[in-house]
């Protein structure tokens, strides 16, 4: 005779796979007159497979807590909507930037212009020029415009754009020392976002490098002990864009490496990271290397990023002697890692702002790191009185592995919620991102747009109510 727990046992196990058999099939749930709409708007195969892991979802609750009842066929219904919203949902979104970090990495570094944006928009919409010369109706040059522009903002000989400023060093490498030499002092060995090192990518280039003097000083007798006793394909000078080395220090300016790199016939190649056309010291910043300046001191090759100072889309930027230029924009590497046509699009009208003297007026990086710290007050003010906040003097920061340490005054709205964490990732959840300091949700006006001004003021209203 069965003890009362083993038929209580058996009873549960009956009632579950009485359960388990009431759910529907995948083929009645996907063929239902209500299911229809779904496989019109989500096509067939992503429905056939959302609704069997919804299904095997309930199998598992069910046996899981022996429950006696299955979902509806509408909670069923419901359930597999939900999750193809989810699972067709684009990530990449637009959002308002609160934190006051101008070239904000995860947050798409340098929003373009308008005019960068229309270019854009008018290229994508359409069939375009990008490598079609219309005056002799043969194939053109990709990238021409772009390069053109360059060479002019700059005074360069030559210019190529790749995908990214990683992908201009690589090609570097590549095509001028492959399974050669190079010389580089031991405190340009930096690591930038996203774990790149640049000892990883010399390395996986094919080269040999050599490192020289120490980490906080370098002199140039290293560079010419090297140089007298191996065969140094190009001396590199990576510049330590996001941290700062101070105290007992030394390093040679490029001038000087140039003149080793004259002597000897060996080419000197200048990786600025951020790379700026304007002085940053104008505005109370560090003065940044400038990109006319390496031009200028005699470097063969100068590379640096697009989307950083300069205020354009993701790029990488090659500068300098066309016949270095030439060498890789002939490399095989160099299609792998070409631009394509919204990037070349959105630099050649960024571009345009520095030949037209209006960079500061119409690139919003530069507008924001010129910003008369009065507006900021003002507006901060006017935000301040309609979402019950306060305002309080802070410092904004140029972010982007530039000017590392350098900050702008500015003036933040301080609100007091219950949950500071919380109200973050509410206000996440409808795309503003801020911070916060002392406990209180900060909001850095540099970094918005005036006209979302009021979006935050009614966002923040409309959830504290």
């Not at 929003?111 to 005056?135: H, M, R, V």
């Not at 000892?199 to 280039?205: A, G, L, Q, R």
């Not at 063969?300 to 090659?318: E, M, R, T, Y």
């Not at 160099?334 to 046509?341: H, P, S, T, V």
């Amino acid at each position: 005779m069965k003890s009362a727990n083993e038929v209580y046992g058996i009873l549960i196990i009956t009632m579950t796979n009485e359960t388990l058999r009431k759910l529907p099939s995948v083929n009645k749930l996907i063929h239902s007159k209500t299911a229809k709409d779904l496989q019109k708007t989500f096509g067939l195969p992503l429905l056939k497979q959302i609704t069997r892991i919804i299904l095997e979802e309930e199998r598992n609750q069910i046996l899981k807590n022996n429950l006696d009842q299955s979902p509806s066929y509408i909670d069923l219904i419901n359930k597999i909507e939900n999750r193809l919203n989810r699972e067709t949902e684009i990530s990449l979104n637009p959002i308002i930037n609160a934190t006051g970090v101008i070239l904000h990495t995860n947050l798409g570094r340098a929003p373009l212009s308008t005019e960068a944006q229309n270019l854009i928009a008018d290229i994508s919409g359409s069939y375009n020029t990008i490598e079609f010369d219309l005056d002799s109706g043969q194939r053109g040059q990709r990238g021409k415009d772009a390069e053109r522009l360059i060479c002019q903002v700059t005074g360069s000989e030559d210019a190529l754009v790749v995908n990214n400023n990683a992908a201009a060093i690589i090609l570097i490498l590549k095509a001028l020392a492959f399974q050669k030499s190079i010389a580089i002092s031991r405190g340009q060995l930096i690591e930038i976002g996203g774990g790149f090192r640049i000892p990883d990518v010399i390395k996986e280039s094919g080269v040999q490098m050599i490192e020289i003097g120490t980490t906080n000083r370098t002199h140039i007798d290293d560079y010419l002990n090297v140089i007298k006793t191996n065969n140094i394909a190009l001396i590199l000078r990576a510049h330590h864009s996001n941290y700062n080395i101070i105290g007992f220090t030394t390093e040679p300016t490029i001038k000087q490496l140039v003149s080793i790199g004259h002597q000897y016939n060996i080419p000197i190649v200048d990786d600025i990271g951020s790379g700026t056309l304007i002085d940053t010291s104008n505005f109370g910043l560090t003065h940044e290397p400038m990109i006319q300046e390496s031009l200028s001191a005699g470097a063969n090759l100068v590379c640096f990023s697009a989307d950083k100072l300069l205020g354009g889309p993701q790029a990488g930027i090659i500068i300098g002697n066309t016949n270095y230029i030439s060498i890789l924009r002939k490399h095989p590497l160099a299609r792998a890692i070409r631009a394509d046509k919204l990037c070349l699009a959105g630099l050649s009208a960024t571009l345009l702002h520095y030949i037209k003297n209006e960079a500061i007026e119409k690139i919003p990086v530069w507008q924001m790191i010129s910003m008369n710290v009065e507006t900021i007050q003002r507006r901060a003010k006017i935000l301040a009185d309609q979402i019950d906040g306060k305002v309080v003097a802070g410092l904004s920061t140029i972010g982007g592995g530039s000017l590392p340490g350098e900050t702008l005054p500015t003036f933040l709205v301080s609100i007091a919620v219950n949950s500071p964490s919380q109200f973050t990732q509410i206000l996440r959840q409808h795309k503003i991102i801020t911070r916060i300091k002392d406990d209180q949700i900060i909001i850095d006006l540099r970094t918005v747009q005036p006209n979302d001004d009021k979006t935050i003021a009614t966002t923040i209203n409309k959830l504290s109510g």
